[in-house]
Each structure stands twice: as C-alpha cells, then as structure tokens.
C-alpha cells in the first residue's frame, strides 16, 4: 500500500486528509511541522507528501527544498496545498520540488485527479 506524508499544522486538516487518502487506498502517516514531516520520511520515505504552505516552523517550500536532498527524496511526488492561487505561488512551489499544486479546500475529485496526475492513481 501506497504511503502518503500530510504535513499539515491544522489537526481537523489532517484528519480530513488522512481520510480522504485512505479512502483511496493509502497508509497515511501526518506531521504538523516541517521538523516532524522531515523526521518522518528519514524514517519512511513516504510514496507521495501533502505539504502545507504555511507551518509553524517554516513554510513548505523550505520542506520540500530539505525532503529533496534526503537520501531517497527525489522520489517522493509531492503536492503543495495552499489558499493562494497565484501564479507566483505555484511558480515558486515547482520551483522549489513541487510536483503538483492543490488550492484549499479541495475535494476527494480534486485531490484524486492531482493523484492521477503525479502518477500514484490510475
């Protein structure tokens, strides 16, 4: 089973991810800092991450940027969730690792097509 990392500092957030995620079938393992999601994939490297812009001890793109150079954290897809849409968010988040980025709040189709599209569902 597929293992998915939700770095989300919001708890209700996490849970609804994680339940979203696992209706699709992955194991979800959730972190609610930047500290913790690293400590998490040295780890298991997760299969895919769900990363939060904003975090209390930084923000994504300083996750994404420390998961890439882990050993193995090239593999990891990984999708930004954010509330801002601009292109100047999304440009930053590819350019820092991203490989998909996802505006909150999103549903179960969204989320499943950005799934669909990193390659993780068929």
Excluded at 59 to 79: A, Y
């Amino acid at each position: 089973m597929p293992i998915c990392l939700v770095v989300e500092d919001m708890p209700v957030t996490r849970m609804i991810y994680a339940k979203m995620l696992g209706n699709l079938g992955f194991d979800v393992a959730m972190a609610e800092d930047v500290a913790t999601g690293l400590a998490r994939c040295g780890e298991t490297m997760p299969d895919v991450a769900l990363v939060d812009w904003n975090l209390p001890d930084g923000d994504g793109l300083h996750f994404i940027r420390e998961l890439r150079r882990l050993p193995g954290g090239d593999r990891p897809k990984v999708v930004m969730c954010s509330i801002e849409n601009s292109m100047e968010h999304i440009t930053k988040a590819i350019g820092a690792g991203a490989d998909e980025y996802i505006m909150k709040a999103f549903s179960i189709d969204i989320l499943t097509e950005k799934l669909r599209l990193v390659g993780l569902i068929e």
